[in-house]
């Protein structure tokens, strides 16, 4: 059964944490229909230490993994109706290299 989401807003920002320096990510309002009613999710979407720039940068795969991480969590059983904290840590995309896509600024002519 599909649950249609969408991104209702979002804020970057370095997030404090417990045992160490602040993390950057993004905190995701996700709207979800479900059972005939709008349920909201917010889910801390933290990136890892070893996140390439370019998965720093693509919001949109930062939002389709936040995304992905619910709709695992309704298939598994999650009523979205009941209300609870969220925190994931989004890396690079399967089969990426950390570091592959990042280019020096500087160029050989």
């Given at each position: ?18 045992d ?6 993004v ?19 933290l ?63």
């Amino acid at each position: 059964m599909s649950n249609p989401m969408s991104i209702e807003s979002a804020l970057a920002a370095h997030f404090k944490q417990p045992d160490g320096p602040s993390v950057p990510g993004v905190s995701w309002l996700v709207r979800i229909e479900h059972g005939g009613q709008a349920c909201h999710a917010r889910v801390k979407a933290l990136l890892a230490a070893d996140a390439s720039r370019a998965t720093r940068r693509d919001e949109g795969y930062q939002a389709r993994v936040t995304m992905q991480y619910l709709a695992e969590l309704i298939e598994s059983g999650w009523n979205p109706t009941d209300e609870r904290e969220h925190t994931i840590e989004i890396g690079n995309p399967t089969g990426s290299l950390p570091g592959a896509a990042q280019r020096p600024w500087w160029r050989f002519w």
